[in-house]
Structures are given as C-alpha cells and as structure tokens.
C-alpha cells in the first residue's frame, strides 16, 4: 500500500533543469495524502518560481535561511521538527556534495543537519557529471549514513547527451517516498485505543468536561495503523480528525465509554486508554435548565466507574497502555497509578506545562513500566506517538 496519509514532507528543489517537474511532484505527494512544503535553493529558483511551488503545494515556499521573522521562532529547526521525511528532488550536484560534506550554508543543508526523518535524494544531471567519481563518492557517503538513493534514469538530456541522469519521474518519485513509510510491525494486532473528553452533564444545557483535544491518542491511532494494526477507536469529544480507517465509535460520558470498551474489548492485543476520562459524574442531573436564583448551586458527585483498572481485572486482559495527566508529584502519582491500575504501562503527562499535553500539537512525555523509566521529549504528538510504540513494541511484542 502507497500512503502519505498524515505524513509531512519536505520538498528540496535545488538547481537543475529537472525542477521544471517540482510541481508535478508536489502534487504526487499530495495524492497520496501527504502535506507538502517546499525549500527552494538559489540554484533552483534559477529554474522553477517561488509563485508556482507556493501555489501547488498550498503552503509557503522556504528559501532563505535568514529569513528574520522565521529565524524569531528558529525556522530551520522548526521544519526539521515538522517533516517526517526530506526529498530532494531534482538533486543538483552541488546540492549533493554540500549535504555529503556536512555543510549547513543554506536553509535545505541546515534542516537536513537539524532532522532524524528519512532523507531521500533524486539525482538529476548531465551524465558525465552523475558517472564522475567524486559525485558517486558524494552518493556512497551518504547512503553510509541511511539516505535513500532514487536512482536517475537513461535517455535523452537537456544538453542533448544521452545516458544516465535524467530525473525519475514524479509518480515514482512519491511511491518511493511512500515506501518509507510501510511498516508492520503490528501487522495482525488488534488495539482499541480512548480518546478525547467525556462529558457529565448536570442539566439540558451544563456539563462537566475538560481541556483534552483527543490529537494524543489520534496520534497514536494513526501511527498503530500505518503500522498494521486493526483500530476500534472510542472517542469522546475531540477537536482532530478521525481517520476513516479505524473502527470509530462516539460516546458522550464515561458511563457510555465504559460500556462500550466492555463491549468490544473481548479479542483485542491491546488496549491504550488515552481518554480523559471524568472521574465524577453528578448524582441528580436535572432534567430542565437550572434557573439562577442567587443562591449557591451543591452539585454532589459521584465516582465513575475506573475502565483501566477494570479492563486490566480482566482473567483474558490485552496488554494495557494508560495515561496519567499529572500537575504535581508527577512521576509519584504516575508510579502509583502503574501499580495500583494493574496494567503494564502508563505514559505520564506533565499537564502543568502550557507548551504541551492537552490541546495542543506537541507533547512530552515519560514511558513507564515494571523495568523502564524513559523521557521522550518534547516533540510533535505524531513523532511521540511512534517513539511511544516503538519502546512498547520492543518490550512487550
């Protein structure tokens, strides 16, 4: 299967006839489901517009590493953090040999340098240029270091010459960027996966909710199915998009998500209890709006029932992920939870901390289990839910 859905990649057009084929590969990419963003080096705006790349890929066109109002918030490391894979297509000769040396002279060069996502490189040349020596060190160099070779094609060059070094065309281009992508790791497992905030009303119009945007645990979703996985996903109120690929199921309150994880539980590898789950309801919700009267309203709660604990009661239990959203004493109460809930793993959140956790795009987090005590640090949630999986598929699977 070629996808790029939810994927991020960066685009690096650099000074070659080629880049005439930059938009078309753009739109390849967003084919198959991925964001694109372009960096257009000096060389490559000799060739191709600014204008026409900003307006097939629908986002702004980066080019100058010291561009002062990207630089405000660290641009360069900003799309290092963004992409989940870097091509650079047409690859100049240049461009190449600045990547092999380890230069960082211009925007393209510095995020490479500042980024762990793939890097996949398009050759695209004169052929006595692609066949010299140095420029097949260049290549060796880096496929040393893990880069991902999409090998030019034979046939009639702009110069007139024919051979080697004409760029592949964009279709296979982004097939072979797909194929980055194809895991399975999970492939045959079966994960439900909760997400989102429940809500307990107290009349018609009131409720009892909190902050959770559901973006951790569709993050999480969404990385489980790249990897293979069969999805049943109970959300509650979210601010993300599903994916259509899971098995998704709405719920409203806790009572409702604890039903239906019981429901469906039966059967499944494992279970990631990512919701926000309300720990009360109110005893006597009302069935009319309450009226202001100018006294002081009593609500008096009650506990919901506890779904991680329970699930993991269970003789026949999946292996168990949960979530602590902490604010102080964090990894005691974290620990505690790991005992106490019985399951195998809990994922502690830092809440306090405005900059990540709940609502917003990024997170920080600490794996915890039995044996591991591991920070994963602050990063975008798609990448903290793959490290998440990752140490989790190494210990338990």
Same mark, same amino acid.
């Given at each position: 299967?070629?996808?790029?859905?939810?994927?991020?990649?960066?685009?690096?057009?650099?000074?070659?006839?080629?880049?005439?084929?930059?938009?078309?590969?753009?739109?390849?990419?967003?084919?198959?489901?991925?964001?694109?963003?372009?960096?257009?080096?000096?060389?490559?705006?000799?060739?191709?517009?600014?204008?026409?790349?900003?307006?097939?890929?629908?986002?702004?066109?980066?080019?100058?590493?010291?561009?002062?109002?990207?630089?405000?918030?660290?641009?360069?490391?900003?799309?290092?953090?963004?992409?989940?894979?870097?091509?650079?297509?047409?690859?100049?000769?240049?461009?190449?040999?600045?990547?092999?040396?380890?230069?960082?002279?211009?925007?393209?060069?510095?995020?490479?340098?500042?980024?762990?996502?793939?890097?996949?490189?398009?050759?695209?040349?004169?052929?006595?240029?692609?066949?010299?020596?140095?420029?097949?060190?260049?290549?060796?160099?880096?496929?040393?270091?893990?880069?991902?070779?999409?090998?030019?094609?034979?046939?009639e060059q702009a110069c007139g010459d024919i051979g080697i070094g004409r760029l592949v065309e964009p279709l296979s281009i982004a097939k072979q960027v797909a194929k980055q992508f194809i895991s399975t790791k999970l492939t045959g497992k079966k994960v439900l996966i909760t997400l989102g905030a429940t809500i307990e009303a107290i009349d018609?119009?009131?409720?009892?909710?909190?902050?959770?945007?559901?973006?951790?645990?569709?993050?999480?979703?969404?990385?489980?199915?790249?990897?293979?996985?069969?999805?049943?996903?109970?959300?509650?109120?979210?601010?993300?998009?599903?994916?259509?690929?899971?098995?998704?199921?709405?719920?409203?309150?806790?009572?409702?998500?604890?039903?239906?994880?019981?429901?469906?539980?039966?059967?499944?590898?494992?279970?990631?209890?990512?919701?926000?789950?309300?720990?009360?309801?109110? *005893?006597?919700?009302?069935?009319?709006?309450?009226?202001?009267?100018?006294?002081?309203?009593?609500?008096?709660?009650?506990?919901?029932?506890?779904?991680?604990?329970?699930?993991?009661?269970?003789?026949?239990?999946?292996?168990c992920m949960g979530f602590a959203a902490e604010t102080q004493n964090t990894l005691k109460n974290a620990q505690k939870k790991l005992k106490n809930k019985g399951c195998d793993v809990i994922i502690l959140n830092d809440v306090s901390n405005t900059d990540f956790g709940s609502n917003v795009d990024e997170n920080e987090v600490v794996f915890?289990?039995?044996?591991?005590?591991? *920070?994963?640090?602050?990063?975008?949630?798609? /990448?903290?839910?793959?490290?998440?999986?990752?140490?989790?598929? /190494?210990?338990?699977?």
């Open positions: 299967m070629n996808s790029l859905t939810n994927k991020n990649i960066i685009l690096g057009v650099s000074g070659s006839i080629s880049a005439y084929k930059a938009p078309d590969i753009v739109r390849r990419l967003q084919d198959l489901g991925a964001q694109v963003k372009v960096i257009l080096t000096e060389g490559g705006a000799k060739f191709i517009t600014e204008l026409s790349l900003q307006s097939i890929s629908k986002n702004k066109v980066h080019y100058n590493l010291w561009d002062e109002d990207a630089e405000l918030s660290m641009g360069h490391i900003e799309l290092a953090k963004w992409t989940d894979a870097i091509l650079i297509a047409p690859a100049s000769a240049n461009t190449i040999a600045n990547i092999a040396l380890g230069k960082a002279n211009d925007l393209l060069s510095s995020v490479i340098l500042a980024s762990n996502a793939a890097l996949l490189i398009a050759p695209a040349m004169n052929l006595k240029m692609y066949q010299s020596h140095a420029l097949q060190d260049n290549l060796l160099t880096l496929i040393s270091r893990h880069a991902i070779i999409i090998k030019p094609e034979s046939g018609p119009v009131r409720f009892i909710s909190n902050h959770s945007s559901g973006k951790m645990g569709m993050a999480l979703i969404n990385a489980c199915i790249e990897m293979g996985a069969s999805v049943i996903c109970i959300y509650g109120n979210i601010t993300t998009t599903l994916n259509e690929k899971s098995n998704n199921m709405p719920i409203i309150s806790a009572q409702q998500m604890y039903t239906k994880v019981m429901n469906n539980i039966a059967g499944q590898d494992i279970f990631i209890a990512c919701a926000a789950v309300s720990d009360f309801s109110v *005893k006597n919700t009302k069935n009319q709006k309450i009226k202001k009267d100018g006294k002081n309203l009593i609500l008096e709660l009650i506990p919901n029932k506890d779904i991680l604990a329970d699930v993991c009661k269970l003789g026949k239990k999946p292996i915890l289990s039995q044996n591991l005590n591991k *920070k994963i640090a602050k990063n975008s949630k798609k /990448k903290v839910a793959k490290k998440i999986l990752a140490i989790f598929i /190494k210990e338990y699977l």
